[in-house]
């Protein structure tokens, strides 16, 4: 029998899982596929892209899933925010401009100390296999490191 951290972890993962219940109709855990998950110390990824287009939702969407299965809390912005960067321990911006946008939001420090991934925008990664497997392996990377600053 699954457990509750069992259930949770395939419902971040994007499964939904059954669990039957005593003589009722089974319950479904309900998959989340955006929203954030809590990290220990409130550190967090910024995934920073225009999200209006059916491939940035869907690459947007498998980003936060992965994070979320890291057990690293995400937040999705559309725009560079001064107010949205402030608490970012990782800024994820899907192409130049945002990175551009991103880096005239914050100050010199506050760039050092966040970790950077500078990718292409959602419609060019979805037919970029390698560069999927790039943004994929710095999301490993930012994940790892977020972890072991959390003492996990």
């Not at 939702?57 to 912005?77: E, K, P, Y």
């Not at 939001?105 to 100390?113: C, H, K, L, P």
Request: hydrophobic share 50%.
């Amino acid at each position: 029998m699954r457990d509750e951290a069992d259930l949770r972890r395939l419902a971040e993962m994007g499964i939904d899982a059954y669990a039957p219940r005593t003589g009722d109709a089974p319950t479904r855990v309900a998959a989340s596929a955006a929203g954030s998950v809590a990290a220990p110390n409130g550190a967090n990824v910024v995934l920073l892209a225009d999200g209006s287009t059916p491939h940035a939702n869907v690459l947007l969407a498998a980003v936060t899933r992965a994070l979320a299965f890291a057990r690293v809390a995400c937040t999705q912005a559309d725009t560079a925010d001064e107010r949205v960067l402030a608490g970012a321990a990782a800024l994820v911006a899907f192409g130049d401009k945002h990175a551009r946008a991103a880096g005239a939001a914050m100050s010199a420090q506050r760039q050092g100390e966040v970790a950077w991934v500078v990718t292409a925008e959602p419609a060019l990664l979805a037919t970029d296999p390698h560069g999927k497997r790039a943004l994929w392996s710095e999301l490993k990377r930012i994940a790892g490191q977020l972890s072991r600053t959390n003492g996990a």
